[in-house]
């Protein structure tokens, strides 16, 4: 069988459009600004920025899983109802801001992973001898299934969490101060 050059002219043209028809398009989901959103600068050294961030991580019930002088990372797990439930990972980053390293910047990234119960029913049936005798078997299968991921944008979020971080930080910086400024007393004996 031949074809006729119309005809395959007509499957070209028809290729060639499929090809230049415009893919769906996916909204922007990210703009770079200015806004300090994710980030604080603090008073303190970053290792001291990272040590307030994890005291204000395990004062809120999260598991740390990191504490370096650069990094804190926690998890906490909730469950809103039976059938679903969400994990929190937050993550700070604690970088100098100043020459003396005195000063420094804590970025913090908090990432909600949902999860929802899937449940699977399998069914079988046992015989055995030629209709003498069947047995229904049956099994069910829960599981966790991941059906979405997040970064928080909610700035309150944010802002409640860097004045935790804050607070320990005074905290820390006047548990200092009262310390050097106690006088060192050295014990003697009396004649």
Aim: charged share 20%.
């Amino acid at each position: 069988m031949r074809c006729k050059p119309g005809w395959v002219a007509v499957g070209v043209l028809a290729l060639l459009a499929g090809c230049s028809m415009p893919m769906k398009a996916i909204p922007q989901q990210e703009t770079f600004s200015s806004a300090e959103k994710y980030s604080r600068m603090f008073d303190a050294t970053p290792a001291q920025t990272c040590e307030a961030a994890r005291r204000a991580l395990l004062s809120q019930g999260y598991i740390v899983s990191t504490a370096t002088k650069e990094l804190a990372q926690g998890q906490k797990s909730f469950q809103p109802d039976g059938e679903t439930h969400l994990q929190m990972d937050i993550r700070v980053v604690c970088a100098p801001e100043s020459r003396d390293g005195k000063i420094s910047l804590g970025f913090v990234t908090a990432l909600q992973d949902r999860y929802a119960l899937k449940k699977s029913n399998t069914s079988a049936s046992l015989g055995v001898g030629v209709g003498s005798l069947s047995l229904p078997l049956s099994s069910s299968n829960d599981a966790m299934v991941k059906i979405g991921s997040e970064t928080i944008a909610s700035a309150p979020f944010y802002d409640s969490f860097f004045e935790l971080v804050q607070r320990y930080l005074a905290q820390d910086m006047d548990e200092s101060v009262t310390d050097t400024a106690k006088p060192d007393v050295a014990l003697t004996k009396s004649p």
